[in-house]
């Protein structure tokens, strides 16, 4: 078994970490030093370092009432101390036990993991202890796993206080290797694949008892979910990398004191997409170093024999979301949990405390949108009574009796909150990130399980110019996730008047309503600075003229009156009304009334038009959810999975029923060239009876679904279109590397150092990975964005792209057609600063997945030509105008008239112009000046 020593120190360290009852070294104490290897070798052979990142270290005795302890974590950005001193009360036979953990990245929570201990006697003053360590993990960093969840005493009832992660090495005392908050029964632990642990609760009782990743039974209140090691693209600055990640796990769900007590509980999450039970995929979780090769997810729920996978994902126990479904929403947290992912459950995994509305102690309950359909969460609720407004936070069942106070923060950096990977209240965090401690705050009340924040509470009135949080914290220890406010939050007003607006178009229909469709409108309470919240509630007498009638309700399905009484409620902006007509008609509505005697708006015009039969376009997109998801570029689809399409007629993007047929064809990029998929890539009905076609037929609908069936071989490169009804549409299926890269280079007459505000010609070369020109493959079409940087490698606007040598239209968006080798574009520099011009592409291996290349980057150092205005005639007839063009400088440009009779503007881009109108004889004096302050005279007569 690999081994590491502790190494003696010989001098005192300056950091002393004193760990006994006393402020102050007793006489009886000694001081003992330690040092631990500050990094261990990699990864089975692997070139990586990884870094000691947490230490627990216990020291007992028989005559020693109190273990000395200590716990020094890097809280996944740093390493922590590799040399530490202890104060231990002196005497014979202290074991002195040692656990470190080392990590290779500040992301990656996989770890070796070593334990060591040794018995020495003490004599007092300065001593050295030296520890082997013993390699706990094997060849590889353990496989780790966070559990989150909620321990029951009682229904709905759970202990808080400290809970304890205890290592308990053969035939030695346990060592306690973290600490956590459990609040209400809510808690946050880690596992490991090789090191089972005891989590001690704080009454000494177990809430675990020797975890292990796999001796967790799983069912139907745990699910685990299981990551294999794979990669993800990270981003800075201007560029991106890859960072390798080894495999990891989650687990959510309920555990008990009683069996009893778990009977009613559930977790739930999907298998499928939320409609039409296509395949989910991970967004940012990659098999390798491509963006093409997303791990797919796999659910084994309770009942099925889980499955693990170095090539996918597992979802194991819990239950399928559709067990949960049916559930109250306001029993979520207290009986039940759902992984609710986004539609195209691209995301499952990322935060599956936010995922499950578990974050921090905060609830996220999910809310109905207003087509009934549960599709987001909300943590926050912003309102107002007649005591003022408020911000009201749901926290978790049970955590409300749990929590004493709350800690206010500010910025330090003026009006923009710091940034930061994790919005965590860890006081670490909360230090590197700027964030200082304003005050601290009894938790106020709230309904329910929810808490509400106001001006009164919070005892000051927030800065307009400054950014604030809140942190839920016991015994001055700040815990959770940050609750952002600002002065906003608590400007609640009385209002001074009524607006009345429609909604915005939905899915599938006009600006204008049509004949019986159920159209949404608004009323507003406003003052002249805008929207305000409605401290005092308001009731409002609505009309409807013409054949109009209103409804309360989103489907127009109960009673139906051309009059119609709401109610505005206390902590509300906006109440939503409805109206619905039976024939093409012009109509109002109006507020004919209201009891807070505010100023009604002018009546509402409304237009309502028979919904049209001809098919004008048909648009192509996905379709894994209700909403409209557009008619996208380019779409990714990946291996082994099924994919839910969707072909829609509209005219002027309005939905169209009508019956017929459209034809569903492959081309490759230029969109002439017909192209095969590869084995196992389908056109078919559905994902589920998967049988196979090549149209798509319509009969009285103006919607056709299908799925694309994809096998082990990954299609690239490709166009589907649709053709039919005299229209077209098509989508592009993964970009994917054409070439090697792209070579940038100045053509003759271009040079490095253009003036700024000169346009030029820049040659853009597909090469092979020798450097070779490479002509782009038949039927194929190169696309590639140019871009700049500034020295420093840090991105700035330098200069612009054009198509033509004139430099008047800008694309930024350029191809290189099937056989070509280059493409020729310009370039208009717009800021005299030293930098480089690159490019980025899905098109080429070195830039896939819109990397920027800083490889083939070519140098760029503009310079300012003199401000002038050209002026071949200073004379313009009165009444009359005449332009003159704008040379050299950095625009944007300015002008004014500083003396004489007339107007001036500027005009053109490019190039820049002054247009001068003269509206009376005499000299006319114009300045123009560039955005960097130099001032050119132009003068002029009118006669």
């Not at 273990?67 to 590799?82: A, F, K, R, W």
């Not at 040692?98 to 996989?110: E, I, M, Q, R």
Request: net charge negative; hydrophobic share 35%.
């Amino acid at each position: 078994m690999k081994k590491l020593n502790i190494q003696h120190v010989t001098s005192i360290l300056s950091m002393a970490f004193l760990l006994s009852a006393c402020d102050r070294m007793a006489v009886d104490d000694s001081k003992v030093s330690l040092r631990l290897p500050k990094t261990v070798s990699g990864k089975a052979g692997a070139q990586s370092v990884s870094q000691l990142k947490h230490i627990a270290v216990q020291v007992t005795a028989a005559d020693m009432t109190t273990p000395v302890v200590l716990i020094l974590d890097s809280h996944d950005s740093q390493t922590v101390p590799s040399e530490i001193t202890l104060e231990i009360p002196s005497g014979d036979n202290r074991l002195i036990q040692v656990l470190a953990a080392y990590g290779s990245g500040s992301n990656d929570d996989n770890a070796m993991i070593y334990y060591g201990d040794v018995t020495k006697n003490l004599l007092g003053g300065t001593d050295t202890a030296d520890v082997p360590l013993d390699n706990l993990s094997g060849a590889l960093p353990e496989e780790e796993g966070r559990v989150y969840g909620r321990y029951l005493t009682g229904v709905n009832q759970g202990p808080s206080g400290e809970l304890k992660m205890v290592y308990r090495p053969a035939g030695k005392p346990g060592i306690v290797v973290d600490r956590q908050q459990i609040l209400g029964g809510w808690f946050e632990a880690t596992v490991f694949k090789n090191v089972p642990v005891d989590y001690v609760l704080p009454d000494g009782s177990l809430l675990g008892q020797q975890w292990t990743l796999e001796s967790l039974p799983l069912s139907k209140h745990l699910m685990r979910i299981r990551l294999p090691a794979h990669s993800e693209k990270r981003w800075e600055g201007n560029s991106n990398y890859w960072q390798d990640r080894g495999a990891d796990n989650k687990f959510l769900g309920f555990f008990a004191s009683q069996a009893t007590l778990l009977d009613d509980k559930k977790v739930c999450a999907p298998a499928k997409t939320a409609k039409n039970s296509g395949d989910l995929y991970f967004g940012n979780k990659y098999l390798g170093h491509s963006t093409l090769n997303v791990i797919p997810i796999k659910a084994f729920f309770t009942g099925t024999t889980p499955q693990v996978s170095a090539n996918f994902a597992s979802i194991m126990g819990g239950l399928d979301i559709s067990a949960c479904s049916t559930l109250p929403l306001a029993e979520e947290f207290k009986r039940y949990l759902v992984l609710d992912n986004s539609n195209l459950g691209n995301e499952l995994w990322e935060s599956i405390e936010g995922l499950s509305g578990l974050r921090g102690g905060i609830a996220a309950p999910r809310i109905k949108s207003i087509d009934g359909i549960t599709s987001y969460r909300n943590s926050y609720k912003y309102g107002g009574n007649a005591n003022g407004s408020f911000l009201e936070v749901p926290l978790l069942p049970g955590i409300k009796d749990s929590v004493t106070s709350y800690q206010i923060y500010k910025a330090t950096t003026g009006s923009m909150a710091p940034m930061g990977y994790d919005n965590r209240c860890e006081p670490e965090d909360l230090q590197r990130h700027g964030w200082i401690l304003l005050r601290t705050n009894i938790l106020p009340e709230g309904p329910g399980d929810s808490v509400q924040f106001t001006l009164g509470n919070i005892g000051f009135t927030p800065d307009q110019n400054s950014s604030y949080m809140l942190c839920l914290s016991k015994n001055n220890i700040p815990f959770g996730s940050q609750i952002s406010f600002s002065s906003w939050t608590f400007a609640g007003q009385p209002a001074a008047a009524l607006n009345l607006t429609m909604s915005s178009s939905p899915y599938g229909y006009a600006s204008y309503p049509l004949v019986n469709e159920c159209r949404r409108i608004e009323v507003n309470l406003s003052n002249t600075s805008g929207p305000v919240m409605n401290l005092n509630g308001v009731s409002v007498s609505l009309s409807a003229g013409g054949e109009a009638v209103l409804y309360a309700d989103a489907t127009c399905s109960t009673t139906a009156s051309t009059n119609l009484n709401v109610t505005l409620p206390a902590g509300t902006t906006s109440l939503p009304v409805y109206v619905k007509s039976a024939s093409p008609s012009s109509y109002q509505i109006t507020i004919d009334s209201n009891s807070g005697g505010l100023t009604p708006p002018a009546a509402l015009p409304m237009t309502v038009i028979d919904a049209p039969t001809t098919v004008l376009q048909v648009e192509l997109s996905t379709n894994n959810s209700d909403m409209y998801a557009g008619y996208p570029a380019e779409l990714k689809i990946y291996r082994n999975g099924c994919f839910p399409m969707k072909l829609r007629l509209t005219n002027s993007g309005i939905s169209v029923v009508s019956s017929g047929s459209a034809s569903l064809s492959w081309y490759k990029l230029d969109g002439t060239t017909s192209a095969t998929p590869p084995t196992g890539t389908r056109l078919i009905n559905n994902c589920i009876s998967r049988s196979a076609i090549g149209s798509l037929n319509f009969s009285a609908t103006s919607i056709a679904e299908f799925a694309i069936e994809v096998g082990a071989d990954l299609p690239t490169n490709l166009i589907l279109k649709a053709d039919g009804f005299s229209a077209s549409a098509q989508i592009v299926f993964n970009n994917a590397p054409l070439v090697h890269h792209l070579s940038l280079r100045w053509p003759s007459g271009s040079s490095e150092t253009p003036a700024v505000g000169s346009c030029q010609a820049l040659e853009v070369v597909a090469k092979d990975a020798a450097d070779q020109d490479l002509p782009i493959p038949a039927g194929q079409r190169l696309s590639f964005m140019p871009s700049t940087v500034y020295q420093g490698i840090t991105p700035g606007p330098l200069a612009e792209f054009f198509d033509g040598s004139d430099c008047s239209y800008n694309s930024n968006n350029y191809t290189i057609s099937s056989g070509e080798v280059s493409r020729t574009i310009y370039v208009k520099a717009i800021n005299a600063y030293a930098g480089y011009i690159s490019y980025n592409s899905e098109h080429t291996e070195r830039t896939q997945g819109y990397s920027t290349d800083l490889i083939s980057k070519l140098a760029l150092s503009p310079y300012v030509l003199p401000l002038s205005v050209t002026v071949p005639d200073p004379t313009i007839l009165v009444g009359g105008f005449a332009t003159f063009s704008i040379v050299g400088g950095v625009p944007p440009y300015t002008a004014q008239v500083l003396t004489g009779p007339g107007s001036v503007s500027v005009v053109g881009y490019p190039p820049h112009a002054i247009q001068v109108t003269a509206s009376g004889v005499g000299t006319i004096q114009v300045s123009v000046t560039d955005s960097k302050g130099t001032v050119h005279l132009v003068n002029l007569t009118g006669q």
